[in-house]
């Protein structure tokens, strides 16, 4: 049982844009969600991280969204830059911190 | 100089041998970690050591044995390899997880273990 999803596999965006990368979760216990980044041959590496009991916390060109109502969180890169390209995998935790499957996101000139 | 480092980054090996993976961190941290990416890219926590006591210890076969000789090493030895346990493992720390602990891991680059 999956509790925490990301649906898309993959995000193409143009340099310059907003991209969002979205994600699921089912376990309304969750206490934290965190976003990390991971470039190939490499481990993921933090990125930004929400409590539970926040909607929103940015840092930079990084934004995150918690809608708890729906279980979901966004983030949101403004502007996007070519060397963000990676797989950005979703997290949360209770005891222990529970990973999405990723969406690996392309920033082409 | 590398936080998180662990060896060997790649393995071959033949079906229903015996392979070691270890780990090393120079964090301070007090909690360390392996994680499982299979051919799917899901990443699965598999154990969890804190001040070399285990912690979590997910459905993972017998097979598989971490052993923790101090808080700053945790190694994975993997007995009677099989074909599924072809993977990337990871290797993780972090500060102990209290009240408050946020989730944040610091990773190895992870080793890559191809059973033929």
């Known amino acids: 049982d999956q509790q925490v999803k990301q649906n898309s596999p993959s995000l193409s965006v143009q340099e310059g844009r907003i991209s969002i990368l979205n994600c699921d979760y089912t376990n309304s216990m969750f206490d934290y969600f965190l976003w990390y980044k991971k470039y190939p041959a490499e481990g993921p590496t933090f990125l930004i991280s929400i409590s539970s009991i926040k909607d929103k916390n940015e840092d930079g060109r990084f934004t995150v969204f918690l809608n708890k109502s729906a279980k979901h969180l966004s983030l949101h890169i403004v502007p996007s830059q070519p060397g963000d390209s990676a797989v950005y995998f979703c997290?949360?935790?209770?005891?222990?911190?529970?990973f999405g499957t990723g969406t690996r996101l392309q920033v082409f000139p | 100089d590398t936080a998180v480092s662990q060896t060997p980054k790649y393995l071959v090996t033949q079906m229903g041998n015996d392979k070691s993976i270890k780990c090393e961190q120079n964090l301070g941290h007090d909690t360390m970690y392996w994680y499982k990416q299979d051919s799917k890219k899901f990443l699965k926590i598999m154990f969890s050591?804190?001040?070399?006591?285990?912690?979590i210890n997910e459905t993972v076969p017998n097979r598989f044995s971490p052993k923790s000789p101090d808080k700053a090493h945790l190694n994975l030895h993997i007995n009677s390899l099989e074909l599924g346990d072809s993977a990337v493992y990871f290797c993780a720390s972090s500060q102990e997880r209290r009240t408050g602990w946020t989730g944040e891991l610091f990773f190895g680059e992870g080793s890559r273990l191809t059973v033929l």
């Open positions: 997290a949360a935790t209770t005891d222990k911190l529970i």
């Open positions: 050591y804190n001040n070399k006591e285990l912690i």
